[in-house]
């Protein structure tokens, strides 16, 4: 497996093991690189900070460090995430 392709699963991995009280939070690697960030676990908790203490209401933030470029995306785990950010299947019927 190619260094930066492991690196993405251990940030996937770790963002999915964090504890934010109340959110589900989503990472999309939108650029890799062969060095691995350091300072996103700190980024993700000063984000979350700033919505529960602060209200901000943004829920997407982009991260970038050494070449990597990642955009979280927190999701409240008391409601129904809205339209414009669901997840839909669509089935395809066919004769």
Do not use: C
Request: a positive charge; zero cysteines; glycine letters at 8%.
């Amino acid at each position: 497996m190619h260094l930066t392709e492991d690196y993405i699963e251990q940030i996937l991995r770790e963002v999915g093991e964090m504890t934010l009280p109340g959110f589900f939070v989503t990472a999309e690697v939108i650029r890799g690189a062969a060095e691995f960030p350091v300072g996103y676990r700190e980024f993700l908790r000063e984000k979350y900070q700033a919505i529960v203490e602060k209200g901000i209401s943004g829920r997407i933030f982009s991260f970038r460090e050494s070449g990597w470029h990642i955009r979280f995306a927190f999701f409240p785990t008391d409601r129904v995430v809205e339209e414009k950010y669901a997840l839909k299947n669509r089935v395809i019927r066919r004769r």
